[in-house]
């Protein structure tokens, strides 16, 4: 399409910045808002960039240096040695016991498969 006013170009330059750049220009002489404007997804990036552009500071300096400073520390010493006492003694040898055992439990299962298998071996003999 051609819109009054620009000059005819190739197609490949119409889907570009200066297109957009005219439409955007001629829709805020119009008193229409720049979000009414459709963007096209080529443009996308071009468009970022000349947006940030306009931009003095784009980098946070992060919170100001009264809120750094207000945290109170004093107590951290208390709250990682209760942190270190979570799971009671008691349920910590509780589990290790219940491990320990789980590791027999094992060894007789093992042990009990390898007869079973010899077991079997014998039985294919004898007949």
Same mark, same amino acid.
């Given at each position: 399409?051609?819109?009054?006013?620009?000059?005819?170009?190739?197609?490949?330059?119409?889907?570009? =910045?200066?297109?957009?750049? +005219?439409? @955007?220009?001629?829709?805020?002489?119009?008193?229409?808002?720049?979000?009414?404007?459709? =963007?096209?997804?080529?443009?996308?990036?071009?468009?970022?960039?000349? +947006?940030?552009?306009?931009?003095?500071?784009? @980098?946070?300096?992060?919170?100001?240096?009264? =809120?750094?400073?207000?945290?109170?520390?004093?107590?951290?010493?208390?709250?990682?040695?209760?942190? %270190?006492?979570? =799971?009671?003694? @008691? %349920?910590?040898?509780?589990?290790?016991?219940?491990?320990?055992?789980?590791?027999?439990?094992?060894?007789?299962?093992? @042990?009990?498969?390898?007869?079973?298998?010899?077991? %079997?071996?014998?039985?294919?003999?004898?007949?």
């Amino acid at each position: 399409q051609n819109i009054p006013g620009e000059v005819p170009t190739d197609p490949a330059r119409d889907r570009g =910045i200066g297109r957009s750049r +005219f439409r @955007r220009d001629q829709l805020q002489s119009a008193g229409s808002s720049i979000s009414d404007v459709s =963007i096209e997804v080529d443009n996308v990036l071009k468009i970022l960039k000349e +947006f940030l552009r306009d931009f003095d500071k784009l @980098r946070d300096d992060g919170p100001p240096k009264e =809120i750094l400073d207000v945290r109170d520390n004093s107590k951290d010493g208390e709250y990682w040695e209760a942190l %270190t006492h979570v =799971i009671p003694e @008691r %349920t910590l040898k509780l589990w290790d016991a219940l491990g320990a055992a789980l590791l027999e439990y094992h060894k007789v299962l093992t @042990r009990r498969a390898e007869l079973l298998s010899e077991a %079997t071996v014998l039985q294919k003999q004898n007949s």
